[in-house]
């Protein structure tokens, strides 16, 4: 009790100031289209007329002037109103996710606090990529991305219909499976595919915002490397420049090719031919 009035009356005496500025939910969540209150306050330290203002930070890392100047900035004018205690939007979109900073200054102090807005956005149908055709052996990477939900989705991958663990080997019924699935980024890899891994795959993207929503189904093959294939090419390539090497024999050794000797007297019956002509 003794600390508690001595600390009362050394700031009464020094002057000493809190200016703290506090908010009411540091994260707030809000579905599309509907309206929100962030709410932010401050202590009387400032004044009654201290300066506060409203940044806005995306999800990449732009900042935007949201309130200044005792106005709404630019495309928030209409969308937002300023009161005492805080900032309302009317209504809210997906571009509105990120953090709002609420600054007030004032009596030479100064003091921030960052709301965290999330706009809940179900996801959509997600973007896949499946490779058609893969070689035993090889590498593969199986894609899934949904571009609108908020939060972002969380990702499953289905084989055949069936639902893939997240770490097959935890499965018996899949510890013969050498994928790696990555639930954040939707990523499905295979770092040595087999013909265990032919079949139908799909996706599935959720954020617990309406339905779950599933890619198109593709058939992923895997087939082993074609040696035979390969042997047979290389025995016709052969054959080829045999039957070519042995036209030619045949077609000197019938007079159809001039030899090398009848070249050579034509070559100089030609020069002798062109001397004459001077």
Known sequence: MLTFVFVCLAISVTGLRAFTVTVANPSVQVKENEGVDLKCTYSSDFGTSPRVEWKFRDLKGSQTLVYFDNQPTGNYAGRITVYDGGLRFNKVTRADNGNYDCEVSGNTGYD????????????????????????????????????????????????????????????????????KMDVKNGNLDFARVSKLDTGSYFCEASN?????????????????????????????????????LFGLWFARKKGYLPSKKNRKQAKTKSGLYTARNR
């Open 112 to 179: 921030e606090k960052t709301i965290k807005l999330t706009v809940l956005v179900p996801p959509s149908k997600p973007v896949s990529r499946i490779p058609s055709s893969v070689r035993t052996g090889s590498n593969a990477r199986l894609t899934c991305f949904d571009t609108d939900g908020s939060p972002p989705s969380s990702y499953k991958w289905y084989k055949d219909n069936i639902l893939l663990p997240e770490d097959p080997t935890l499965s018996s019924n899949f510890k013969n499976l050498t994928y």
């Open 208 to 244: 617990g915002e309406g339905a779950p929503q599933r890619g198109d189904a593709m058939r992923m093959e895997v087939h082993d490397l074609n040696v035979g294939g390969i042997v047979a090419a290389v025995i016709i390539a052969l054959l080829a420049v045999g039957l070519l």
